[in-house]
């Protein structure tokens, strides 16, 4: 059923059809000739504060800082717009804004993820990924976070489902309305937290709050995960021979490949460790061992990783493209194994 929500001043925006929805909050499409949606949470946990994180936001939308951040097409961060609420039966109130539609340039981020999956169908992303479009996205996103911390904001809950990416790789951020920011002397908290992209000092009931460093691991997860074709970086039954028990208590022991090859125990059929060029395998190892690369160092190493000299591109499948410091292919190794993250057919070739 169509909803109408009005700014404080009186405007009104027609909401339509739900078109998602998470732990906070839901969005629904706007009836308006932009590309526009608008999110509403029912049930923050302190709504005075939440009005006022919303003021700040909006405000701040046009401060020199975070018009630096939105400048260039198509915009990469779903910044709110305005806020506007709806009073439902009874008086209650309901608050919310309206921001970009991500979808009018991108598509949902996991996607990415699945670079095999995206090659078997249709796909906003493209239908033929390679490492290529790995290296583009897991650069464009340390660019962006890069950018972010130096204009002061916290991302705090950094997961695929909070970024966009399109056909090249390019990345986009939502969920702007978690951010941890300050407004004059206010100082607005990040409160929430992700299953494996939650960093380890942020676990338990004296949990810090969020800050750069937190945002550092969530990114080198993510960078993980596009260079590996999805597999997270703490994924594995434990070395130990105990039961596995979720990705946030690998994080929490310290169970990763990467840094503790016997502490986990992987499919055969992953893609193998030691695809990944030696400098970033340096910086995945610094930031799951505790001394975190901040993202401008991602975004410097990811383009250096990406410079068409550094790449090599199998002979027997063009979708197999590699780091020119591994003498064979190692997506030919995993297919021999089992899978084929990046299966040849109709798409081959294609970036």
């Known amino acids: 059923?169509?909803?109408?929500?009005?700014?404080?001043?009186?405007?009104?925006?027609r909401l339509t059809e739900?078109?998602?929805?998470?732990?906070?909050?839901?969005?629904?499409?706007?009836d308006d000739g932009r590309a526009l949606v608008a999110k509403l949470v029912p049930d923050p946990p302190d709504p005075d504060a939440y009005r006022r994180r919303l003021a700040g936001l909006v405000r701040q939308r046009r401060e020199p800082r975070t018009v630096?951040?939105?400048?260039?097409?198509?915009?990469?961060?779903?910044?709110?717009?305005v806020a506007?609420?709806?009073?439902?039966?009874?008086?209650?109130?309901?608050?919310?804004?309206?921001?970009?539609?991500?979808?009018?340039?991108?598509?949902?981020?996991p996607r990415l993820l699945s670079p095999a999956a995206v090659a078997g169908g249709a796909s906003a992303v493209g239908t033929g990924p390679t490492w290529v479009t790995a290296l583009a996205a897991a650069r464009s996103l340390a660019e962006l976070l890069a950018g972010l911390h130096a204009e002061g904001y916290v991302v705090g809950d950094l997961k695929p489902e909070n970024l966009w990416a399109d056909g090249s790789g390019l990345v986009g951020l939502a969920d702007v309305d978690s951010w941890q920011f300050t407004d004059g002397a206010e100082v607005f908290p990040g409160r929430m937290r992700s299953p494996g992209y939650t960093a380890p000092e942020r676990f338990g009931s004296g949990a810090a709050p969020p800050d750069r460093a937190s945002d550092a691991f969530a990114l080198?997860?993510?960078?993980?995960?596009?260079?590996?074709?999805?597999?997270?970086?703490?994924?594995g039954h434990p070395g130990d021979g105990t039961d596995f028990r979720s990705?946030?208590?690998?994080?929490q022991n310290g169970r990763c490949r990467l840094t503790d090859r016997g502490s986990v125990v992987l499919p055969r059929s992953v893609p193998p460790a030691d695809l990944l060029p030696r400098r970033l395998t340096a910086l995945f190892r610094?930031?799951?061992?505790?001394?975190?690369?901040?993202?401008?160092?991602?975004?410097?190493?990811?383009?250096a990783a990406a410079a068409p000299e550094r790449l090599a591109v199998c002979a027997r499948n063009a979708r197999h493209v590699h780091t020119v410091e591994r003498p064979w292919c190692p997506w030919c190794d995993q297919a021999a194994r089992g899978a084929d993250s990046y299966p040849a057919g109709g798409a081959a070739g294609r970036t």
């Open 84 to 109: 506007v609420h709806v009073r439902h039966p009874g008086g209650r109130r309901i608050d919310g804004y309206v921001m970009p539609d991500m979808r009018a340039a991108f598509a949902p981020f």
């Open 68 to 81: 630096r951040l939105l400048a260039g097409s198509p915009p990469r961060v779903a910044w709110p717009l």
């Open 18 to 30: 739900r078109i998602g929805g998470g732990a906070e909050g839901e969005v629904y499409a706007v």
């Open 1 to 13: 059923m169509p909803l109408t929500v009005t700014t404080d001043s009186g405007r009104p925006f």
């Open 247 to 251: 990705l946030d208590d690998n994080v």
């Open 286 to 303: 610094a930031a799951f061992g505790g001394e975190r690369p901040e993202a401008a160092v991602w975004a410097a190493e990811l383009t």
């Open 220 to 235: 080198a997860v993510l960078v993980h995960q596009l260079l590996m074709a999805g597999l997270h970086p703490y994924a």
